[in-house]
């Protein structure tokens, strides 16, 4: 089965911590994206993660992604109440134009 | 401004009375798609299209028809709604080379 996991589903922290996200998929895929949906909103993307070994960093928050293990990381560096959102990794499977999102991550900083 | 655009936003229907929810894109894009977002469920992929003329299945395209009759448009078609398709919907669009979806505000559909 083609699926994509996330860890944790769920993350309450308080500003100015770390802690990483974990994205794992069991699909062939050189390709992983991060997005970012506040409540009631849309999907921002975040990164677009194309090679293995590839590292993108914005603000606090740095994606990276490891092909071979299939797994990608989010990490926040410091968190800050606005980082409040659901986050959700995405891989399209190769060979197709077939996307699988995760579950997202729930993730509320706490003030 | 770069977008993409779905109408309508909010729809309440009952089963059985055919639907279209549009969408379009004003960034050239080659690849259109739709998702249904469900809680717990994350967003599954409905139809994709990599360019005018050519669609493909996703994950769950039960119940659901589109077409691609230009680059721009990209319609999700409901031809007999039933509850269990109670659901957000989102179209999104990329160019091939990046993959990089950029999201449409969303269709929030309840079928009574």
């Known amino acids: 089965e083609l699926k994509v996991e996330q860890n944790p589903l769920f993350l309450s922290m308080q500003e100015g911590k770390n802690y990483t996200i974990y994205c794992n998929y069991s699909t062939t895929s050189d390709r992983l994206y991060w997005y970012r949906q506040d409540p009631g909103k849309s999907l921002e993307s975040l990164f677009v993660l194309l090679s293995n070994g590839a590292v993108k960093q914005e603000g606090r928050l740095m994606a990276s992604l490891d092909t071979k293990a299939r797994l990608s990381t989010l990490h926040i560096t410091a968190a800050v109440h606005d980082l409040s959102a659901t986050y959700f990794c995405a891989v399209d499977i190769t060979g197709t134009y077939k996307y699988i999102f995760g579950t997202g991550t729930r993730l509320k900083v706490l003030a | 401004e770069a977008q993409v655009t779905q109408n309508p936003r909010y729809l309440i229907t009952v089963t059985g009375k055919k639907l279209t929810v549009t969408c379009s894109q004003n960034m050239n894009h080659e690849y259109m798609s739709w998702y249904r977002q469900d809680p717990g469920l994350g967003l599954r992929q409905i139809y994709y299209?990599?360019?005018?003329?050519?669609?493909d299945k996703g994950d769950v395209p039960e119940g659901y028809k589109v077409s691609r009759k230009e680059k721009r448009n990209f319609p999700l078609i409901l031809e007999s709604p039933s509850p269990n398709q109670t659901s957000l919907y989102f179209c999104?669009?990329?160019?091939?080379?990046?993959?990089?979806?950029?999201f449409g505000e969303g269709s929030r559909l309840t079928v009574l």
């Open positions: 299209s990599m360019n005018v003329e050519v669609t």
């Open positions: 999104a669009s990329s160019f091939i080379t990046t993959g990089e979806l950029f």
